[in-house]
Nanobody, 112 residues
Framework: VQLVESGGGLVQAGGSLRLSCTAS????????MAWYRQAPGKQRDMAAT???????NYADSVKGRFTISRDNAKNTVYLQMNSLKPEDTAVYYC???????WGQGTQVTVSS
């Protein structure tokens, strides 16, 4: 299993970023995928999930601002992040639900 996240960076509050995660080593189209995030000194928490059928779920803290989507032809899951806040600053990871493997993560920093 390999998960490669990209798209992070430094952005001002109110700005947008789009994260990508390209997966390999498993049947991506059948997998429920998720984005997690870990802020400094805090536990890693789920931000959004998407099932194989496209059903999405979001943490209350990102609902209405973040959108998770997937492209099965590219084995890629995305996280569109709008109206970013300083409290969104974290390392963002994608994950196949049910497996313990993690990618290297991508840093998102939101300045006030």
């Amino acid at each position: 299993v390999q998960l490669v996240e990209s798209g992070g960076g430094l952005v001002q509050a109110g700005g947008s970023l789009r994260l990508s995660c390209t997966a390999s080593g498993f049947s991506f189209s059948f997998a429920t995928m998720a984005w997690y995030r870990q802020a400094p000194g805090k536990q890693r928490d789920m931000a959004a999930t998407i099932t194989s059928g496209g059903t999405t779920n979001y943490a209350d803290s990102v609902k209405g601002r973040f959108t998770i989507s997937r492209d099965n032809a590219k084995n890629t899951v995305y996280l569109q992040m709008n109206s970013l806040k300083p409290e969104d600053t974290a390392v963002y990871y994608c994950k196949k639900q049910g497996l313990s493997s993690w990618g290297q993560g991508t840093q998102v920093t939101v300045s006030s």
